[in-house]
């Protein structure tokens, strides 16, 4: 947790001006948050560290195109979104290759940590895996928004302009998302 | 707002994208508050789960250095499609070879039917005011005959 506070601290002060000068500090601030994008997104660790890898060799090579429009972690992420499209078409058109989904089963060992007792525990494990599963099977298009937004922090203006959908179709997109989740844990919530 | 808001509405709420309105009586239901309150844990749990296994992700020691694992599988693609290619060649030039190895190889012919194969050829070949003289053959035992 130190890392993500670190990390979300030393986010909070990149602008243009140390894109260009500094991108080493840069790409410290916002490698973890465009990594787990992309391996939320993917379930694949070697693929989400390609993706990650290219992003940041993008946005090197196209750092002096930024003009500050927006935030340079949007600008980022759009990058990776763009990279994630093309790796969930290309693993779209290789049918038979069965994707290696990374497992997630260990997930809730350290969130467990500060419950009280057990039982709130297996409420909270039950309540996550439901949770993963409505994930992993929302339409590609509805989990991008929904894990920019809820795992991103990312608004709906920001989730618009680095998906490049308008900010109605981010919207319908994020709603039908939770409605899905919702539907789907609706036991478990 | 005296009805209580739609699941919609409270995904709006959570989402960070209600009305007013949605927001003014969340404040003041209990009830409504603790459905949107259920729901935001959930994201929230799920949130920082992401955030602690892409951490635990990344920490692992990595094998290779990035882009390996991906140049693995093209050479390896490329060793199949290599491997593929040469099945393909030899299968189709292989029996072409076998075909063609019989009318290629010399049929073995006795020394009995050389000599007379090569005495009819020069036969053949002499002028017509030497045939008495052509027709003269050998026998199978080498002997001079005339015919």
Known sequence: MEDFAASAMAAAVIDRRTLTADFDSVVGAFRPAVFRF???CLRDRDAAETVAQDCFLKAFN??????GDCAVKTWLM????????DRIRN???QFWRRAKLEPVDCLGQRLDAHQPSPETALVCREKLAAMWTAVDRLPAKQRCVFL???????DVLEIAEATGMKEGTVKTHLFRSLATIREKIGAAI | MNDHPTSRQIDEFVAGAASPAVAGHLRECPGCRAEAERLSHSLAIFRQSVHQWSLAQERLPSQSYPGQSHRRITLR????????????????TLPRHRDAAPADRPRPVSDAELLVRVDRELSELAPASLEPVALQTTDGNGSEVRK
């Not at chain 1, 759009?78 to 499209?85: G, H, K, M, T």
């Not at chain 1, 920019?148 to 990312?154: A, N």
């Open chain 1, 62 to 67: 196209s750092r002096n195109a930024f003009r």
């Open chain 1, 91 to 93: 693993r779209k058109l």
């Open chain 2, 77 to 92: 693609r490329l060793g199949w499609t290599a491997a593929l290619a040469a099945c393909l060649i030899a299968g189709l």
């Open chain 1, 78 to 85: 759009q990058i990776a979104v763009n990279l994630i499209r």
């Open chain 1, 38 to 40: 992309a391996l939320a």
């Open chain 1, 148 to 154: 920019l937004r809820f795992v991103e922090d990312l």
